[in-house]
């Protein structure tokens, strides 16, 4: 599968942006899906996943309650609805997809196959 994602920009501090990312092949619904980012000078980080289902939802502590990742499997996308944004949520966000797997480490980067390009999100203070 091929991932694109979109919708980095800039944006001042407690504002809004959305993330999409489309998929390329016909089994995208039965993928997880997950968000990461990697701001400069530090290591790739989890954000957010969905499992292929749509049933379970996971987000790092420093993203809950302001971040929002979904699916729309007609539109082989994913989204990731950022709200409340704060300088610290600057990064490049790469969006990545792997076949169905255990929810126990769907969170975990190296269980993901498939990369995006990255976008870059920059927060102003």
């Known amino acids: 599968v091929q991932l694109q994602a979109s919708g980095g920009g800039l944006v001042q501090a407690g504002g809004s942006l959305t993330l999409s990312c489309a998929a390329s092949?016909?089994?995208?619904?039965?993928?997880?899906l997950g968000w990461f980012r990697q701001a400069p000078g530090k290591e790739r980080e989890f954000v957010a996943a969905?499992?292929?289902?749509?049933?379970?939802?996971y987000y790092s502590d420093s993203v809950k309650g302001r971040f929002t990742i979904s699916r729309d499997n007609a539109k082989n996308t994913v989204y990731l609805q950022m709200n409340s944004l704060k300088p610290e949520d600057t990064a490049v966000y790469y969006c990545?997809?792997?076949?169905?797997?255990?929810?126990?480490?769907?969170?975990?980067?190296?269980?993901?196959?498939?990369w995006g390009q990255g976008t870059l999100v920059t927060v102003s203070s």
């Open positions: 990545a997809a792997r076949g169905r797997g255990s929810v126990f480490v769907i969170t975990k980067l190296g269980t993901y196959n498939y």
């Open positions: 969905i499992s292929w289902s749509g049933d379970s939802i």
């Open positions: 092949g016909r089994t995208f619904r039965s993928y997880d």
